[in-house]
């Protein structure tokens, strides 16, 4: 029998996936590191909806935590950070935060693989890091979720200042627009703690997994659409050229 949160959870790796795949073929045509940052962070989600998926259905063990909890709330968000590092402030800045994003989820890996377990993992239910981990991966989580979120939000203030400056429109709209829908996306994801108490706890992260995910994409969209589409193409001489 599936149940609503085994369906939610399924919802959502096949949304992440699909957003993941077609983030990661705009990169292919185009080659945009922010892209394959966004394709890369997206894929995590997807993996971390599919620990969820595998948890609810068939009931959690230890590997299925650790996967989850490396997936859902490490590693995912810094990797979308670093595509808004990439967009607004070009290779120069990105490769660095890339470097570094890249240190950070192979030590998490590794500390998640082998931290120690307080007790075992219930069956039912959402296991929580903060009951079954020590200090280090909760750390981890802390850090690189409320970083990677923390840049992400900056990037979509930056932007909306630098168009409030008299930066030109065009691409600085979108630009603000863009990241303001990842940032709210972001939010979304981060969300699921206030909705545990009204739908359960499975439901809330299944729920706004889909709907985080799907604003990130709108606004991943958004961000990169090109201003041939905007405009008339004779109104952009410069840009048509690229």
Not at 192 to 211: K, N
Request: cysteine-free.
């Amino acid at each position: 029998m599936v149940t609503p949160e085994a369906a939610l959870a399924a919802t959502a790796t096949l949304v992440a996936l699909a957003f993941s795949a077609s983030t990661f073929e705009r990169w292919l045509q185009r080659r945009r590191p922010h892209e394959a940052a966004w394709s890369l962070s997206l894929l995590l989600f997807a993996v971390a909806s599919f620990a969820l998926w595998l948890g609810v259905a068939k009931g959690w063990d230890a590997a299925t935590f650790r996967v989850f909890f490396l997936f859902g709330a490490i590693v995912n968000v810094p990797w979308l950070a670093v595509g808004t590092v990439y967009l607004l402030g070009g290779p120069a800045r990105g490769r660095p935060a890339a470097a570094v994003t890249a240190a950070l989820s192979l030590y998490a890996a590794g500390v998640v693989t082998v931290a120690p377990l307080r007790g075992g993992v219930p069956a039912t239910g959402l296991p929580k890091g903060s009951e079954l981990f020590g200090a280090l991966p909760r750390v981890l989580a802390a850090v690189a979720s409320g970083g990677g979120a923390t840049v992400v939000i900056a990037g979509a203030v930056w932007s909306a200042v630098r168009l409030a400056r008299g930066a030109p429109g065009g691409r600085s709209g979108r630009l603000v627009v863009g990241n303001v829908l990842i940032a709210v996306g972001t939010l979304v994801l981060g969300g699921s703690g206030t909705l545990a108490g009204r739908l359960g706890e499975v439901r809330a992260f299944a729920v706004t997994l889909v709907i985080g995910i799907a604003v990130l994409f709108a606004g991943f969209l958004v961000a990169t659409l090109p201003l041939s589409l905007q405009r008339p193409a004779q109104q952009l001489p410069a840009e048509a050229a690229r």
